[in-house]
């Protein structure tokens, strides 16, 4: 499609969930900015909370794929 995504929506935020949920990551430690960045980025805040940016020059479908290893790599 090539389109680039403009705001997250609830089925991207479930698809996230969908990773999340069987890592044990409470969805209330999520935080998701409805804005796409270009990179996207995840990160733990200092308040224990990770940061989930999507990617806006990705597929939202293939930035998916590496975010359970992001999460990871973040510390989860």
Same mark, same amino acid.
């Given at each position: ?18 990773? =999340?949920? @069987?890592?044990? $990551?409470? %969805?209330?430690?999520? =935080? $998701? ?12 805040? @200092?308040?224990?909370?990770?940061? $989930? ?18 999460? %990871?790599?973040?510390?989860?």
């Amino acid at each position: 499609d090539g389109e680039h995504m403009q705001q997250v929506g609830m089925a991207e935020i479930q698809k996230i969930f969908e990773i =999340t949920d @069987p890592m044990g $990551i409470h %969805r209330e430690s999520l =935080t $998701i900015p409805l804005g796409p960045k270009s990179p996207g980025s995840v990160k733990k805040k @200092p308040n224990g909370k990770f940061e $989930i940016v999507v990617d806006s020059s990705m597929d939202f479908d293939d930035w998916l794929k590496g975010l359970a290893e992001a999460l %990871r790599a973040a510390g989860a």
